[in-house]
């Protein structure tokens, strides 16, 4: 934390991970009549293999406050969620190591926001908008063949949008909220 000024302050941090995680993959039991129409990997026969993934994740935030009631943000974030073991259910012959494992996920966005109190600080308004690219996007998937719902990586994905609020206290037994996002 860096108070650049008496109404400007910027905060940077990072958060590191490390994961290790181990699959193990195999059919216990295959019908010997279904094995060669669907090509499955024999009965027993184990695929195995460990992965280490690991990121580190920064964050950036500038937080200006003009006054004791409005405070303006802009926030720069990295962040990650780990690569782990898919399910196959019914592992296919044509099945390799490579295969057990869906990849890390990585969201990279900026947020710019306000924050105010107003009329005695009985009306508080709430504002940002925001832009967040993924990569490697993390997809819950059913494969109708196999009855098997299976995370897979996608490409990449995109989300952006604005949120809008206000919570107003009238007397001690009213008070009004509302908010809008898009």
């Known amino acids: 934390r860096w108070d650049i000024t008496d109404q400007l302050r910027l905060d940077a941090g990072a958060r590191y991970s490390r994961d290790e995680v181990t699959a193990l993959a195999l059919n216990t039991y295959v019908n010997p009549v279904v094995t ?11 695929l195995a ?6 990121d580190t994740s920064p964050q950036v935030t500038l937080t200006w406050t003009p006054n004791d009631d ?27 190591t490579d295969d057990l494992f869906y990849r890390p996920e990585e969201i990279e966005g ?3 926001g306000v924050k105010a109190l107003l009329l005695d ?15 490697d996007l993390q997809i819950s998937n059913f494969d ?14 995109r ?4 949120e809008i609020g206000a919570d107003y206290v009238a007397t001690d037994a009213l008070s009004v909220n509302i ?4």
Not at 49 to 54: E, I, L, M, P
Not at 78 to 84: A, D, L, P, R, V
Not at 122 to 133: P, Q, V, W
Not at 144 to 157: D, E, H, K, P, V
Request: hydrophobic share 40%; aromatic share 14%.
């Open 179 to 182: 908010g809008i996002a898009y």
């Open 121 to 135: 600080s009985s009306l508080r308004l709430t504002g940002a908008i925001f832009s967040y690219d993924y990569s």
């Open 144 to 157: 109708q063949r196999t009855n098997i719902n299976q995370t897979l990586n996608a490409g990449g994905m």
């Open 36 to 46: 060669p129409m669907l090509a499955l990997l024999p009965a027993g026969v184990q």
């Open 70 to 96: 409005v405070l303006l943000f802009g926030t720069w974030r990295n962040g990650y969620k780990s690569g782990n073991p898919t399910d196959f259910g019914i592992i296919p012959a044509s099945s390799v």
């Open 159 to 162: 989300t952006e949008g604005f």
């Open 49 to 54: 293999d460990t992965r280490k993934f690991s």
């Open 110 to 112: 900026f947020e710019i």
